[in-house]
């Protein structure tokens, strides 16, 4: 073979490895905001219900309207998933904290009121 046809197939090797490299680098920050899109949608699903809780009175085991002593075990939801692991942060009378610890490296923390639903803060 001649010198340019082995220059080629190096110079072909070499852009083909950045071309994989690249592309395994997109699939991991693309997998990650899927999964940090998942966590939000699990934790609007726990602040609907705890929300539902909260307007149970405490004889239907319910809040009774405060969030005091709330936890996921309360409205009967596991701890984590194949995304995050989930906690109650700290729990007042008219608010709670929840924060979502993924398996990607991220961290969501956002409160929950009575009525509304606060900012998620997303952090890498």
Do not use: C
């Not at 969030?67 to 939801?77: K, P, R, V, Y």
């Not at 610890?101 to 803060?121: E, R």
């Amino acid at each position: 073979m001649g010198t340019q046809q082995l220059l080629l197939i190096v110079l072909v090797a070499i852009i083909v490895a950045v071309a994989i490299s690249v592309a395994m680098i997109y699939f991991k920050s693309q997998q990650q905001e899927t999964d940090i899109n998942e966590a939000i949608n699990e934790m609007n699903h726990i602040a609907a219900t705890a929300q539902g809780w909260y307007r149970k009175p405490l004889t239907m085991a319910g809040g009774g309207g405060s969030f005091s002593g709330f936890t996921l075990s309360s409205i009967g939801e596991p701890d984590s998933n194949d995304i995050a692991r989930y906690q109650i942060v700290s729990a007042g009378s008219d608010s709670f904290q929840m924060q979502a610890i993924g398996l990607q490296n991220f961290t969501i923390t956002v409160d929950i009121y009575p009525d509304s639903i606060g900012p998620y803060m997303v952090t890498r």
